[in-house]
């Protein structure tokens, strides 16, 4: 019995060490979404954090910044869930598809 558990903790220890190693993968993997057409640009990478955001001058309008408002949300909302699929696929990799609460 002792030696089935402590192949489960290796197992988990191994785990745990793929885990870390997809969280440093997951910080230089990028995803990019827009808005308008392409007017607002957002970069987000793997750990749901925007690395750079692109607006065109043409949104740039005092006259109306409630558009160019909702177009940085829109692309920003975007790139922020292709970025959670991301990292749910890359995790999925390492744990056979299953979902491990807490990890994503």
Do not use: Y
């Not at 793929?18 to 987000?44: D, F, H, Y």
């Not at 692309?75 to 696929?89: D, F, G, P």
């Amino acid at each position: 019995m002792a030696k089935g558990l402590g192949n489960i903790m290796k197992q988990a220890q191994q785990m745990q060490q793929k885990m870390a190693r997809l969280q440093e993968e997951l910080a230089e993997k990028t995803v990019e979404a827009s808005s308008g057409g392409g007017i607002v640009t957002a970069v987000v990478n793997g750990k749901q954090q925007i690395v750079e955001l692109k607006i065109d001058q043409s949104a740039v309008d005092p006259d109306d910044v409630e558009m160019l408002q909702d177009l940085v949300v829109a692309a920003v909302n975007e790139a922020l869930k292709e970025s959670q699929e991301m990292a749910q696929a890359e995790m999925g990799k390492i744990t056979g598809g299953m979902n491990i609460p807490g990890l994503f």
